[in-house]
């Protein structure tokens, strides 16, 4: 598993915002579109591409566009639904899966509500959005469905991961998944989880923030 985190003036710049606790969820919202759209260039630098004729105004010429399949992105419901744009406005050919996966607040372990991936993911690339890389365990039952299903490899893309997060998938896939092909892009690695399973500093609960809610 691979785990990169941004290191760039701007996404440092908006992840300072996302943070501010007097962020609205409209800024929030538009923050988070941004910074998707920023990790998704790089987290998608090595999809596969293949040659096509264009013909400009002045002569024919030879292109590339992305090859088919194009990745399948799942959001992980509810807060991952609020990066979907960002990353759909650069792939727009993409095909969208859907897991949702709520968190247990006392046992603090996921719970699977909804899952409404295509039943046969064979050599597929799969890109998984959800904000907050916490305890892992959302993550690792989502790379299990794509695995399950098929999936070939699996690209992350997270706002902000803590370290417990990042070992707990680092962990599962070395004994459940050694052979897939997995890359976690953060735009902040921060300092821990705190004994309620939120990420310090963080920024609280990334669903509540997006959408003004608080609770489920
Ligand atoms: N989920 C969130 O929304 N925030 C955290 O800090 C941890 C998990």
């Known amino acids: 598993m691979e785990l990169i985190v941004a290191n ?9 915002l996302l943070r501010n606790k007097d962020t609205s969820s409209a800024e929030f919202r538009q923050l988070v579109e941004e910074l998707v759209a920023l990790l998704t260039f790089e987290a998608t630098k090595d999809l596969a ?92 039952d989502s790379l299990d469905y794509a695995f ?12 902000i991961g803590a370290p417990e997060g990042v070992e707990a998938v680092r962990g599962h896939l070395a004994g459940a998944w050694p052979s897939r092909k997995v890359a976690i892009h953060l735009a902040a690695l921060d300092e821990k989880l705190d004994e309620r399973g939120y990420i310090v500093p963080g920024l609280g609960d990334a669903g509540d923030r997006l959408y003004g809610t608080s609770g489920d």
């Open 148 to 159: 399950q299903r098929g999936a070939e490899s699996a690209t992350c893309i997270c706002l």
């Open 49 to 140: 591409t293949e040659e096509i004729e264009v013909e400009t105004p002045v002569t024919k010429t030879i292109g590339r566009r992305l090859s088919k399949p194009t990745p399948l992105i799942i959001p992980i419901l509810r807060a991952g639904l609020g990066m979907l744009g960002g990353i759909t406005q650069l792939i727009p050919d993409a095909e969208v899966g859907f897991l949702g996966i709520k968190r247990n607040e006392s046992t603090l372990q996921p719970e699977t509500y909804a899952n409404r991936l295509p039943e046969n993911l064979e050599g597929r690339h799969v890109i998984l959005v959800d904000p907050m890389l916490a305890t892992g365990g959302t993550l690792n």
């Open 8 to 16: 760039h003036p701007l996404i440092d710049h908006k992840v300072s």
